[in-house]
């Protein structure tokens, strides 16, 4: 979708400044955020990229100014809104008011902890051959999907070279909408840094991403 996090390429938001030293949390209410996102993951209810939609949905004004753990929060809590495990009268009374919703998945359980932090495969069986192959020209799709997608607007309508086919994946704009895996062919796609930006971008430049085949066409 066409949002604010879309964020490469933008002007007027300067570099970005990294914190020295900066500690894995600024405040423990921080950590806390992090340990629920995991347990309530866990559920089933929703996947990454359902998660990563729901950020994407947040108003301009907040997502700018949030910080990346309040960002976090608010995320959580539409993933618990949309799912019905929890609605807005229950954060506002702080307690459960409706019977509980029967969940995919156990709860998790401290001895699961450790498997629940690692990120799993997202390979899967092609259903049919690579359209493309290393060296290809390729031009992306100038495509604004009103709900997620990988391909970020900078990279639309533009032409590079397959650089690497990694065999086919979980396609995140189905799975965001949970309308199933619909594995696809994924590419790393390659582009002159002036066919992104323009003729002011350095000529040395050359940037890279990895695109889904139906991001793809013939160049």
């Known amino acids: 979708m066409n949002g604010v996090h879309d964020m490469g390429g933008m002007d007027g938001f300067g570099k970005v400044e990294p914190e020295a030293d900066e500690p894995v949390f ?12 995991r347990a309530m993951a866990r559920t089933g209810m ?5 998660a990563r939609s729901a950020r994407e949905r947040q108003p301009a004004a907040f997502y700018l100014t949030a910080s990346y753990y309040k960002s ?17 009268d229950e954060f506002a009374a702080g307690h459960a008011l409706h019977a509980a919703k029967r969940l995919k998945r156990p709860r998790l ?3 699961d902890v450790p498997d629940s932090v690692k990120r ?6 092609a259903a049919a051959p690579a359209r493309f192959s290393v060296g290809d020209p390729v031009r992306t799709r100038n ?12 990279a639309r309508g533009r ?7 990694h065999g086919a994946h979980v396609f995140p704009d189905s799975s965001a909408l949970g309308a199933g ?11 002159e840094g002036r066919e992104l930006w323009g003729a002011d971008a350095d000529p040395s430049l050359k940037a890279s991403i990895e695109a889904f085949e139906p991001y793809l066409e013939p160049a």
Do not use: C
């Open 143 to 154: 495509m604004h999907p009103a709900t997620h997608t990988r391909l970020p607007r900078y």
């Open 46 to 50: 929703w996947n990454i990229d359902m």
């Open 181 to 191: 895996e619909d594995p696809q062919w994924l590419y790393t796609v390659v582009f």
């Open 26 to 37: 600024h405040a423990s209410w921080e950590g806390r955020v992090i340990a629920m996102t």
């Open 72 to 88: 976090w929060a608010q995320k959580l809590e539409t993933l618990l809104f949309e799912s019905g495990l929890a609605s807005p």
């Open 120 to 125: 799993g495969s997202y390979v899967r069986p």
């Open 109 to 111: 359980r401290t001895e």
């Open 159 to 165: 032409r590079g070279l397959v650089e690497r086919v």
